[in-house]
């Protein structure tokens, strides 16, 4: 298990309906705000191609990847593209052992412990827990009182900048964020104001943590 791929900053920016003509200007938008981690939906317009745009212009600077990646071969297409990071929105052995055998780090979604100890044991990265509205923060503390304590544990689904502190309290090591930064139909702009919200959020909450 790899972690330090999420320092220093550990939000994955979810571009869901990105579009290859728009990836780019909305990747450097992201990055100057301080994200470095962006995954790009395999049902996204062109993905493929969004990754491969995205991987060129900035993969020396950060971690570009999949989302909703379902199969072993997406994994290999993934890759062809330029992509590092394969994010799942269930718990599929063989689509993690595809990605780590091809040197990529995977982030599997699970919805229960079960799951979670499932893709632990196939090589995963970090735990996806999905959907986020269904594991409260109070069951997450439950699932981190039990899983190994290394694990890192990325919340999905419905996370806002209101609702990041109870999760971050209750065990996450950080979040994957959807459309409440970036959805279809936003702007350059208004997404770079959303991700500058964010990174200090994150920031401000992971200083009081180290304070408590």
């Not at 986020?132 to 806002?160: D, S």
Request: hydrophobic residues 45%.
């Amino acid at each position: 298990m790899q972690t330090n791929w999420l320092e220093p900053l550990p939000l994955v920016a979810i571009l869901r309906g990105l579009s290859p003509d728009e990836a780019v200007a909305i990747g450097d938008a992201l990055i100057t705000a301080g994200f470095h981690i962006l995954e790009v939906p395999l049902n996204s317009p062109e993905p493929l191609e969004s990754i491969r745009r995205l991987s060129d212009a900035f993969g020396k600077d950060c971690l570009v990847g999949a989302g909703t990646v379902m199969t072993p071969d997406a994994v290999a297409e993934v890759a062809q593209a330029g992509g590092r990071l394969i994010v799942t929105p269930h718990t599929d052995p063989a689509v993690i052992v595809a990605a780590k055998t091809a040197g990529m780090l995977c982030t599997p979604g699970t919805a229960t412990p079960s799951e979670a100890f499932a893709a632990l044991r196939a090589g995963a990265d970090a735990i996806k827990v999905f959907p986020a509205e269904q594991v409260t923060p109070k069951v997450l503390r439950a699932w981190r009182a039990v899983l190994p304590p290394q694990t890192a544990i990325l919340p999905v689904g419905g996370i806002t900048l209101q609702n990041m502190a109870e999760y971050l309290h209750a065990g996450a090591t950080g979040f994957g964020i959807g459309s409440a930064l970036y959805k279809p139909g936003k702007s350059v702009d208004e997404v770079a104001r959303a991700a500058h919200d964010f990174v200090h959020r994150w920031k401000f909450l992971a200083t009081a943590r180290s304070h408590a």
